[in-house]
């Protein structure tokens, strides 16, 4: 009898094992809900075979009822009902974990059979995040698949992921995959950045600033996209997406490694500018732009010039009040360097007063001489000859010789 039960026993190991169910598979209570949980408990241990095993038994057993909830389905269940279709969520979701599995394996032709599968037969098939939501499964499936076939790797998905991999696609010249990463982003959080956006008036803080993370990075994703389509030439696509940067992500602002936020719509209007009239800001440091403003005074081009001067101002002004606010007269030349933002704000608005005398617009001059004079009055400007001179001390001399020959008061 003993015999027989050893014997019965081998036969019934050999049954499994022939199955690829091992004995050491505990299917519990071979609840769908149980299944799903032990694959992806395997999968992220990495056993691959127990993850195929917890796969196959789930849907081995609720396949036909997950099918017949896919049916009865036109759309995505609501949050509040998607648990009512538990066969059809865990059954895809089971099936998923084995296509991850067999991914990592590097079997991407049965991989790829696995998402295609959920594709056609479990579309509807939502699975429950710990962190509080559901996401679709055959969403995730179309970016594995994605993944497979152009080497996109969307990561853990959230936001400052994608918008780093974008950069890197970017830097790297792979504009297929910007795409990919941008129209990911777009999906998942546009929603969320809309609404950041709509509760703003100003730029936040930047104590505040990460608080508004998806409008953030939505925005600056839209900036990479741009970039990308300016290197390939096609300037048109890329004042489209920079127009609707400004318009519909006014205040996105992106953090830069090196300590601060840059606000991207002005940055995209700086590109627009960039295509539309030869303007470069080369590094935005303020002596490239005073630099930039003088060389285009002297060429003439009174535009651009007026331009390199307005970016220099935008950039620094509130050093160069600073900076001008600690001083009761000038530096000496020793230290006059130390003052480079008062300095360079104060240059550029007497080179704005120059170029808008070109352009004969003497309204505009008057004020920007006037406010170097108010507000910039200790800015020194270095000479290549070998000094500095006062750009207000100078400025007041031409409020005074415009003002007296066309009869203006100022």
Do not use: H
């Not at 594995?144 to 918008?163: A, C, I, Q, W, Y």
């Not at 998942?188 to 509760?199: P, R």
């Not at 489209?240 to 205040?251: A, E, F, G, R």
């Amino acid at each position: 009898m003993l015999k027989k039960a050893v014997s019965l026993c081998a036969v019934f190991f050999l049954f499994f094992t022939a199955l690829g169910y091992g004995a050491e598979y505990n299917f519990g209570d071979e609840s769908s809900k149980t299944l799903s949980t032990k694959a992806w408990s395997a999968f992220q241990t990495k056993d691959y075979d127990a993850v195929t095993a917890y796969a196959d038994k789930c849907v081995s057993l609720f396949s036909k009822k997950a099918l017949e909830q896919q049916a009865s389905l036109t759309d995505f269940a609501p949050a509040d009902e998607a648990n009512n279709y538990w066969a059809l969520n865990d059954v895809g979701a089971c099936l998923f974990v084995k296509g991850k599995a067999l991914k990592e394996q590097g079997k991407n032709d049965e991989a790829k059979k696995v998402f295609q599968s959920i594709l056609d037969n479990y579309g509807y098939a939502q699975c429950w995040d710990p962190q509080g939501w559901f996401w679709k499964v055959a969403d995730a499936s179309k970016d594995e698949l994605l993944g497979m076939e152009s080497g996109v790797d969307f990561g853990n998905m959230k936001s400052e992921t994608l918008v780093s991999k974008a950069w890197e696609a970017l830097v790297a010249g792979r504009y297929d995959q910007v795409n990919a990463y941008v129209d990911k982003t777009l999906q998942m959080y546009d929603k969320k950045a809309k609404e950041m956006q709509s509760s703003l008036q100003d730029f936040p803080t930047k104590e505040k600033a990460f608080d508004y993370w998806a409008l953030n990075d939505v925005g600056t994703i839209l900036f990479i996209k741009a970039k990308s389509l300016q290197a390939q030439g096609k300037n048109e696509e890329a004042k489209k997406v920079y127009n609707k940067i400004m318009k519909d992500y006014t205040y996105a602002q992106s953090w830069d490694p090196q300590g601060w936020f840059w606000k991207v719509a002005d940055s995209a209007q700086d590109q627009i500018l960039i295509m539309e009239a030869g303007i470069d800001f080369g590094d935005y440091t303020s002596e490239t732009l005073t630099v930039k403003a003088w060389q285009a005074l002297g060429s003439g081009d009174y535009d651009a010039s007026i331009l390199y001067a307005k970016k220099c101002v935008q950039l620094y002004k509130k050093l160069a009040d600073e900076q001008q606010s600690k001083l009761d007269g000038y530096l000496p030349k020793e230290k006059a360097f130390d003052a480079w933002a008062l300095n360079d704000v104060g240059t550029c608005y007497f080179i704005m007063g120059d170029a808008y005398m070109g352009k004969n617009d003497a309204p505009k001059a008057l004020e920007s001489y006037k406010i170097l004079v108010d507000k910039y009055f200790y800015a020194q400007c270095w000479d290549t000859k070998g000094w500095f001179w006062k750009p207000a001390v100078a400025a007041r001399g031409k409020i005074n010789k415009i003002a007296s020959e066309r009869g203006l008061i100022y």
